[in-house]
């Protein structure tokens, strides 16, 4: 099952997509026909309250796609404002999982691979009230100075636990779904150089969205976990475009640290509430520092690429759909 949020006519619904991504369908519009009214509007709320729902939800979802009803319904995606499935997270933490990006990064900057990469997923704590959804990105002057995005996947958790074990985990992830961890630079390194952060560089936006999908819906395309991991593993092909041209590429399977690993680290010794959101860290090529700095290992003269105002990047997961996002000056 695929959640989004989106605005029409001047109404906020939470509802579901269409199979064939074409259409979707308010759950609040059918709630009222029907004669129940369904009371969410975002997912981290339908979550604090889905077992007295979700059976009602699974019905409305196999009448809408086996048997067609409540089409009279159902609203062209096209013509939607989407707006993030996530109004607010309980917590935003992302993680650094993509071995590929890792090394790259400290390679370009003269390092090796750190060993503890190999020991434990780590992960930061973002900035919970700054998510946005699908379109302009506002930003202050000192973003600009080497504004950046990052392709990411990210999960939102379904139910509460505190050390949760990763053979168990996946059991805590409600559904999947794109993620931009916009990155201003400039500001990143400079608050990093006092080894703390990243704070200012990363705490003015986190795009998420366009839809949340149910790790269901994603079976087919199920593989193994790294050697010694353990955890759901998809292979799902991502992509950035920058501008209308492709610039990062690569799976959701690249992931070398799972998500139920992740989960276990996050959850130890503390809980972990449903509505909660964890980020992967950057898929291998998905960021401009470490397309920047492989380019200019190789030709130390190469012009370095950055974002600025009216620059348009469009995130794209396979099931995940394109998380579509323009910059803006504020």
């Keep these: 099952m695929k959640f989004l949020r989106f605005i ?20 609040n519009a059918v709630g009222r026909t029907v004669g129940r009214r369904f009371p969410f509007q975002d997912i981290e709320s339908y979550l604090n309250d889905r077992l007295s729902w979700e059976s009602w939800v699974e019905w409305v979802f196999h009448r809408y796609q086996d048997r067609g009803d409540f089409e009279e319904l159902q609203v062209p995606y096209a013509v ?22 890792v090394e790259a990064a400290r390679r370009n900057r003269g390092l090796g691979m750190i060993p503890e990469f190999d020991q434990f997923p780590v992960f930061y704590f973002s900035n919970a009230l700054a998510v946005t959804g699908p379109g302009p990105i506002y930003v202050e002057p000192r973003h600009l100075e080497k504004l950046d995005f990052e392709l990411e996947v990210a999960v939102i958790l379904g ?10 985990a996946d059991e805590y992830i409600f559904g999947y779904m794109l993620m931009n961890d916009w990155s201003a630079r400039t500001l ?22 366009p839809w949340v999908v149910t790790p269901d819906e994603l079976e087919p395309y199920r593989t193994n976990p790294p050697t010694g991991h353990i955890g759901n593993t998809f292979k799902l092909t991502l992509q950035a475009e920058v501008n209308n041209t492709p610039v990062s590429y690569g799976y959701l399977s690249d992931m070398s640290w799972t998500f139920a690993e992740i989960l276990e680290r996050v959850s130890y010794g503390v809980e972990v509430l449903p509505g909660e959101v964890i980020g992967s860290g950057t898929v291998g090529t998905g960021c401009f520092l470490e397309i920047n700095g492989s380019r200019r290992l190789e030709n130390p003269e190469a012009p370095e690429t950055w974002l600025g105002p009216g620059d348009e990047v469009v995130l794209i997961g396979q099931e995940l759909g394109q998380l579509y996002n323009v910059i803006r000056t504020a």
Excluded at 11 to 23: M, N, T, V
Excluded at 163 to 168: G, T
Excluded at 188 to 209: C, H, I, R, V, Y
């Design 188 to 209: 990143q390194m400079e608050e990093m150089k006092l080894n703390l952060g990243p704070a200012k560089g990363k705490d003015f936006a986190t795009s998420l969205g």
């Design 8 to 27: 029409w006519q001047q109404e906020e619904s939470l509802g579901i997509l269409h199979k064939s991504g074409q259409f979707a369908l308010s759950l």
């Design 159 to 168: 139910k509460s636990g505190r050390n949760i074990p990763a053979h168990k």
């Design 80 to 101: 939607l404002r989407v707006l993030s499935p996530v109004r607010r997270p309980v917590s935003l933490r992302d993680g650094y999982a993509f071995r590929q990006h």
